[in-house]
C-alpha cells in the first residue's frame, strides 16, 4: 500500500500546540513507511516548515562518525566524529543536549556561522542510538524543554 501525504497542517498557537499536531501527522506518516530514510526525510521537513528553524536534520550513525542524512536547509558538515561538537556530545552521553548560545558550547562545529542555538535529541532503535535529530536556529536561545521532550516523543516513532 502506498501512502501519499496530501498536506502539512501547521496548528495556531504556541510551540505545544504546533508540536501536539505535528506528532500526530508524523506518527501517521510513519505508520505506512518501513524505509528510516524516507521516514528522516519527511520528518526533517515537516518539523522545518512547522516552525521554520534555520537547519533541521539528520546525521546516521557510520562506525565512529555521524554521517549526514536527511535534511531542511543551508549545507551542512558531512561528517562529525564521535563525541566533537553539539551532536557527537549528544551520541556520546546518549541525552538531547540543548544549546542556548553555541558559541559557549566547548568544542561546537560550525558548519554555519550563522547558527546561534542548537538542539540534538538521540534517535534510539533497539536500544543503540542509530542517529542524531540536529536542529539549529539562527536566534539565541530558541529551544527550550517544550522542544525537548516533544521532540524526543517524535524520535521514539522511529524505535518501532
Known amino acids: 500500500m502506498i501512502v501519499m501525504a496530501e498536506e502539512l497542517i501547521i496548528a495556531q498557537g504556541g ?3 504546533r508540536y501536539s499536531l505535528l506528532y500526530k501527522q508524523i506518527a501517521a506518516l510513519m505508520e505506512g513507511e518501513s524505509d528510516q530514510i524516507a521516514n528522516m526525510a519527511n520528518v526533517a521537513a515537516m518539523i522545518h516548515v512547522t516552525f521554520g528553524f534555520w537547519w533541521t536534520g539528520f546525521y546516521r550513525v557510520q562506525g565512529e562518525e555521524l554521517v549526514l542524512g536527511p535534511f531542511q536547509g543551508p549545507l551542512a558538515c558531512s561528517r562529525i566524529r564521535y563525541g566533537r561538537g553539539v551532536c557527537g556530545t549528544a551520541w556520546r552521553e546518549a541525552v538531547t543536549q540543548v544549546v542556548e548560545d553555541v558559541e559557549l558550547f566547548p568544542g561546537h562545529i560550525a558548519c554555519s556561522s550563522l547558527s546561534r542555538s542548537e538542539i540534538v535529541v538521540p ?7 542509530v542517529a542524531v535529530l540536529d536542529i539549529d536556529s539562527e536566534h539565541l536561545a530558541t529551544f527550550d524543554d517544550v522542544d525537548r521532550q516533544w521532540l524526543e516523543q517524535i524520535v521514539k516513532l522511529f524505535d518501532r
Do not use: L, M
Open 123 to 129: 534517535v534510539w532503535q533497539g536500544g543503540e542510538i
Open 15 to 17: 510551540k505545544h500546540e
